[in-house]
């Protein structure tokens, strides 16, 4: 094969042509995959925030039940300090003594009070935010096992195609080198650009293939003689004539089989 230093514009529109044929039959292997690529990304993400949402639910749990637990050390230091307070109340000298003892015991009571309340309402919100943990695990469980199954599903399609995949595109790499750099950037600016990743297609009974819009005989001619890139400026594509086109795609064909 001719280097991009001597290549002849004839050769480098047949080496266009036979890189498309190539890139296509690339696409429509990877076209196989479907959604899935997106799906499985989707569900990563998903699972990422549901992951640490759930890491969130158990730490505010975990924080709640510290929470009881700390009110019920609180209870219990309350209730020593009323059986002190009481024991007190037997050994005071005066009324003022015992008036200031059954004031704390009353605070004391208050604060048992407000302890048990916190204790309650702690007890609820641990018990809802815990049903919420087991719900999300269980969602967690579900998605991950359909994430599972999704990947299965893509590395068997994969390796389906792998040997097929790998070989195409050592071909596309090898193709590309013909090109010069410029003329190979061109070509997969057109193909990011265009529907279906077409970027260099045949005439077909007078107009560029998958146009509508008649292409000048003038300029069907330049084509034909192939002196020059002929760029469509309907659709953008690089343009061959119909000749060219069948006798790379013979050429292909055999390379592929």
Same mark, same amino acid.
């Given at each position: 094969?001719?280097?991009?230093?001597?290549?002849?514009?004839?050769?480098?529109?047949?080496?266009?042509?036979?890189?498309?044929?190539?890139?296509?039959?690339?696409?429509?292997?990877?076209?196989?995959?479907?959604?899935?690529?997106?799906?499985?990304?989707? %569900?990563?993400?998903?699972? *990422?925030? =549901?992951?640490?949402?759930? !890491?969130? $639910? #158990?730490?505010?749990? &975990?924080?709640? /039940? +510290?929470?009881?637990?700390?009110?019920?050390?609180?209870?219990?230091?309350?209730?020593?300090?009323?059986?002190?307070?009481?024991?007190?109340?037997?050994?005071?000298?005066?009324?003022?003594?015992?008036?200031?003892?059954?004031?704390?015991?009353?605070?004391?009571?208050?604060?048992?009070?407000?302890?048990?309340?916190?204790?309650?309402?702690?007890?609820?919100?641990?018990?809802?935010?815990?049903?919420?943990?087991?719900?999300?695990?269980?969602? %967690?469980?579900?998605?991950? *096992?359909? =994430?599972?199954?999704?990947? !299965?599903? $893509? #590395?068997?399609?994969? &390796?389906?195609? /792998? +040997?097929?995949?790998?070989?195409?595109?050592?071909?596309?790499?090898?193709?590309?080198?013909?090109?010069?750099?410029?003329?190979?950037?061109?070509?997969?600016?057109?193909?990011?650009?265009?529907?279906?990743?077409?970027?260099?297609?045949?005439?077909?009974?007078?107009?560029?293939?998958?146009?509508?819009?008649?292409?000048?005989?003038?300029?069907?001619?330049?084509?034909?003689?192939?002196?020059?890139?002929?760029?469509?400026?309907?659709?953008?594509?690089?343009?061959?004539? *119909?000749? =060219?086109?069948?006798?790379?795609?013979?050429?292909?064909?055999?390379?592929?089989?």
């Amino acid at each position: 094969m001719a280097t991009n230093k001597d290549i002849t514009v004839e050769n480098k529109l047949r080496a266009l042509y036979d890189l498309q044929l190539i890139d296509t039959r690339i696409d429509r292997l990877t076209s196989v995959r479907g959604e899935l690529p997106l799906e499985i990304e989707d %569900l990563e993400d998903e699972l *990422s925030g =549901l992951s640490k949402r759930l !890491e969130k $639910l #158990e730490l505010s749990v &975990k924080n709640s /039940k +510290e929470e009881v637990v700390a009110k019920k050390t609180a209870i219990k230091d309350h209730q020593d300090s009323m059986t002190k307070y009481i024991s007190q109340q037997k050994n005071v000298r005066n009324n003022r003594e015992y008036d200031s003892l059954s004031k704390e015991i009353e605070y004391q009571e208050l604060e048992i009070e407000f302890a048990e309340k916190k204790i309650k309402e702690g007890t609820f919100q641990m018990e809802r935010k815990a049903a919420k943990v087991t719900e999300l695990k269980s969602t %967690l469980d579900e998605k991950e *096992s359909h =994430l599972n199954h999704k990947k !299965e599903a $893509l #590395e068997g399609i994969i &390796k389906e195609t /792998k +040997e097929e995949e790998d070989f195409l595109k050592n071909k596309s790499d090898e193709f590309s080198k013909v090109l010069d750099d410029h003329l190979l950037k061109a070509y997969r600016r057109i193909r990011g650009k265009v529907k279906n990743g077409l970027a260099v297609v045949s005439i077909d009974r007078g107009a560029s293939e998958g146009s509508y819009f008649v292409i000048p005989s003038q300029t069907q001619i330049e084509i034909a003689n192939r002196k020059k890139i002929t760029i469509d400026e309907y659709s953008g594509r690089i343009l061959v004539d *119909s000749a =060219l086109a069948e006798e790379e795609m013979i050429k292909m064909n055999k390379l592929f089989s």
